[in-house]
């Protein structure tokens, strides 16, 4: 009786793992379908070892020009709106020396011209100007004017845009404040 016992037991345990090879092999396999000739099974897959990716994405290149932006995208949007404008205002507080009331204001006009990554300002006109100092409205503008340099990501473009400088701004760029500490005549850097 302890034979038929442990025989019965054995049929049941070898029964299992016959079940569970069964359901693992129909996982792998794809279903058949009506008139279709079957599909060549496949190996499983052994277990334990992690599959490898078939496919790979190439590095880029050391040396190799980032991405362009594209056109509409936000990150052109504030390179155009705002990073640009604040380099130029850098550029032009480098005219001012002090001793001007900080709201004082001048306001460009330029066309910025990008074509294969060489980035140039061009047709720089002066707006509407409380400055009051002609001497110092043309160095801004010629500052401006002569401002150019490389940007590899941004894309061919020709545009116009406007620039609007306060003497307030100067202070950010060069730690002048706006009235001349000692009482001499402000400046101008040629």
């Known amino acids: 009786m302890k034979v038929v016992i442990a025989l019965f037991g054995l ?7 016959w079940l569970r090879h069964e359901e693992a092999s129909a996982l792998a396999r ?13 190996p499983a897959p052994q277990l334990g070892r992690p599959r490898l990716p078939t496919t790979t994405v190439a590095a880029p290149t050391p040396g190799a020009p980032p991405e362009k932006l594209a056109l509409g995208d936000e ?7 705002e990073v640009i404008p604040s380099r130029l205002s850098g550029e032009a507080a480098r005219c001012y020396k002090g001793g001007l009331d900080r709201n004082r204001r001048v306001d460009l006009t330029y066309r910025l011209h990008v074509e294969d990554s060489r ?11 409380t400055l009051g100092d002609r001497a110092l409205e043309e160095c801004i503008r010629q500052r401006v004017a002569s401002s ?22 100067f202070k950010s760029f060069t730690g002048i404040d706006s009235e001349s500490s000692d009482g001499t005549e402000p400046g101008i850097a040629h």
């Open 11 to 17: 049929v049941l345990v070898c029964a299992g793992w």
């Open 75 to 81: 990150a052109l949007r504030k390179r155009l709106d």
């Open 148 to 169: 150019s340099w490389r940007d590899e990501q941004l894309p061919d473009i020709d545009e116009e845009d406007n620039l609007y400088l306060s003497v307030r701004q």
């Open 30 to 42: 794809p279903a058949a379908t009506p008139g279709l000739a079957a599909p060549i099974e496949q």
């Open 119 to 129: 980035v140039v300002v061009r047709d720089v006109r002066m707006g509407e100007s």
